[in-house]
């Protein structure tokens, strides 16, 4: 198999260039980075932003948190209305210099890559142990998606919204995306953090993805039930990873998923060439 085959994917989800960014700043500290659209669009808001010539600064008279969120909310709808930002989403994502837990505001989620902000969401990977090996339960998103239509996608997968806990938020998504009861749910194993940064045409998205490992009897079957999902499929796991290495068949952050659960459960090891390369690029940080 092909190792250059799973670099690549990585090397596509962390390929950008500072040049095209200013910083977005607060306090003194980044909280994002944005392109040349975002620059003139918040040019139109002075009470807001300070535009410099090399960053650009959200105003500290905005003091609390919940001051900072109404005014991104206001911004957002606007620049919405504008099409500079194409949409909403309808969920909270934090604003963050750190972690989720140093927010100082939050902000709709589909606005989160125009202002270059950190992204936050879970993937689990359904798995199960059988006489004929270690399978991986692989989902189809559906035809509707408005991204990555019918791509393959991690068993249950979803973004991860500032109000709720991982352990809501994982809880929530499996029964949404594969009908998987609490009970369940409540065994999957944390088994670590992944990290990217993309640049996409309308701005960057450095990302976090906490991953999950839930081991399944044989006669489970994951049933979607919010319909982002048009079928499901059981796969040994060695046809998973030529999946991964030889095509372009998964939802792209999906790859890096199932490339962290391969190098844990010992298909990619250290005597596979350029390993170390492999792993390192699993965890990169801006």
């Not at 010539?53 to 609390?64: H, N, P, Q, S, Y």
């Not at 919940?66 to 919405?80: D, G, K």
């Not at 140093?102 to 989160?112: F, K, N």
């Not at 090996?133 to 035809?143: C, S, Y």
Request: net charge negative; glycine share 6%; charged share 25%.
């Amino acid at each position: 198999m092909n190792i250059h085959g799973y670099l690549r994917h990585i090397e596509a989800l962390n390929r950008w260039d500072p040049e095209n960014f200013k910083t977005l700043l607060f306090s003194g500290r980044r909280i994002g980075r944005l392109k040349p659209p975002m620059w003139a669009a918040l040019a139109d808001w002075p009470e807001v932003f300070r535009i410099g010539a090399d960053d650009i600064r959200l105003r500290e008279r905005f003091d609390t948190f919940e001051a900072r969120t109404r005014i991104l909310a206001e911004v957002t709808a606007a620049l919405v209305d504008q099409e500079v930002i194409s949409h909403t989403h309808g969920e909270q994502y934090p604003v963050t210099h750190s972690g989720r837990e140093t927010a100082i505001a939050t902000i709709d989620r589909a606005a989160a890559p125009y202002f270059g902000l950190r992204a936050y969401g879970q993937h689990l990977n359904g798995f199960v142990r059988s006489g004929e090996g270690l399978k991986l339960w692989i989902a189809r998103r559906a035809a509707d998606r408005r991204t990555f239509p019918n791509r393959l996608d991690n068993m249950v997968a979803g973004g991860l919204p500032y109000n709720l806990s991982l352990a809501e938020n994982l809880q929530k998504e499996c029964m949404e995306e594969a009908s998987v009861p609490v009970s369940i749910a409540n065994r999957a194993l944390p088994v670590g953090v992944l990290t990217y940064c993309k640049e996409t045409p309308v701005g960057l998205k450095p990302d976090t993805i906490y991953c999950y490992d839930l081991e399944l009897h044989g006669d489970f079957q994951p049933i979607n039930s919010d319909g982002e999902v048009a079928d499901f499929m059981l796969l040994p796991v060695m046809e998973v990873a030529r999946l991964v290495s030889e095509t372009d068949e998964f939802k792209l952050n999906c790859n890096l998923v199932v490339i962290d659960f391969l190098v844990r459960h010992g298909i990619i090891n250290p005597e596979t060439p350029h390993y170390s390369d492999l792993v390192q690029g699993l965890h990169e940080n801006i």
